[in-house]
């Protein structure tokens, strides 16, 4: 792959580099992770979002999206024999799922490689809505460990104030230095008043 070749060389430059990666498969999982994969060498040749918009608009894009629906119709479905499947869940109305059922139908495919289809397709900007509010879902990339269960319910509990801080009435003070109906300071208890009775005289 030339690195020095300019903008508008390297729709050609991609072209040859498909062309030969065409001849040398018959997988179009393989010849998409060549090309238009993440690390393939498209996205060497065009880095910035400005220059991928400028290839998708070329002539050469449109050859090797041919390509690679040619090599998608000798699909055999051993595909994960190339590299792990991935699965997604997209929420859908009701409406537009039946219309993905009623063309999937129509053109005889199953709604999975109808999916796949739409996916592999150029989008243009305009036609994505903008995103409102948090977004709902799992994020795309590695996902981390989930927290346990008890780790969960032991951070929804409130922590346990220490013994003598803290009352079943609310806060209040230790016990012996107030009531839980007063506010006073309980009394210190009073000497005791009972006296002994005089000792009687005994005569032997």
Known sequence: MNDALSLQERPAEAMRLAQEVFTQTSNWIEFFRETLGVEGFVRKLFPTVDEMRYFEESHEHGQIQEMLTALRSQDTGKGDTLEPQRMITVRLPKSLHEFLRVQAEELELSIN????????????????????????????????????????????????????????????????SQTPYSSQPLRSPQPNSYQQPPQRPHFG
């Open 113 to 176: 490689k109808l999916c796949i289809s739409k996916l592999l397709q150029t989008i243009d900007e305009k036609m994505v809505p903008e995103e409102r509010g948090g977004r709902r879902g799992r994020r795309p990339g590695p996902q981390g460990p989930r927290k346990k269960k008890e780790e969960e319910v032991a951070t929804q509990q409130p922590a346990q104030q220490p013994y003598g801080s803290q009352t079943p009435y609310g806060n209040h003070a230790p016990y012996g």
